[in-house]
C-alpha cells in the first residue's frame, strides 16, 4: 500500500495533501512529493494529513527528513491533522515542526482560510488522489 499526494500553491503558501498509509514503502514516494513542492513553491508548506489513515516510523522519519529539506530552502514545514495513533517525535537536530490539529486551523495561524480552487491556485495530484 502507498500513498497519494495532493499540492497545492496559492500565492506564498504551500499545502501538501498525503492520503493512505506513509509506511515503509510510501517513504520513496513522499520524498517525490516533497521534491515537487521545493521545486514548484516559496514559503511555508503546511503537510495537511487529514486523509492519512496512519503512518509507520520510516513515515514519520521521512516527516522530518522532509523538514530538514525545505529548511534548507529557507521554507518550514507545518502539519494539520496528525493521525491519532500517535504524535510525531522529530529528532533533535530535525527544524521546528509546528502541529495544528487540523487544516482549517493551520490556515488560520497564517490568517488565511479554505478557498475555491478557482481563486487563484494552482494544484498538482497523483492519479490516484480521491476526489
Known amino acids: ?29 513522499f520524498g517525490g512529493a516533497v521534491g515537487w513542492v521545493v521545486a514548484r513553491g516559496t514559503g511555508p508548506v ?8 496512519s503512518w509507520s516510523a520510516e513515515g514519520q522519519q521521512a516527516i522530518s527528513e522532509a523538514a530538514r529539506r525545505l529548511a534548507g530552502t529557507g521554507r518550514c514545514l507545518e502539519l494539520a491533522a496528525i493521525p491519532a495513533d500517535g504524535s510525531l517525535v522529530p529528532p533533535g537536530d530535525c527544524p521546528d515542526i509546528p502541529v495544528h490539529c487540523d487544516l482549517a486551523a493551520a490556515l488560520a495561524a497564517h490568517a488565511r482560510r479554505p478557498s475555491a480552487p478557482e481563486e487563484g491556485q494552482q494544484a498538482w495530484r497523483t492519479d490516484g488522489w480521491p476526489t
Open 1 to 29: 500500500m502507498t500513498i497519494e499526494w495532493r499540492y497545492t500553491v496559492e500565492q506564498d503558501l504551500g499545502i501538501l495533501s498525503v492520503a493512505g498509509y506513509l509506511g515503509p514503502a510510501a517513504v520513496r514516494r
Open 46 to 53: 503546511i503537510l495537511d494529513l487529514t486523509e492519512l489513515r
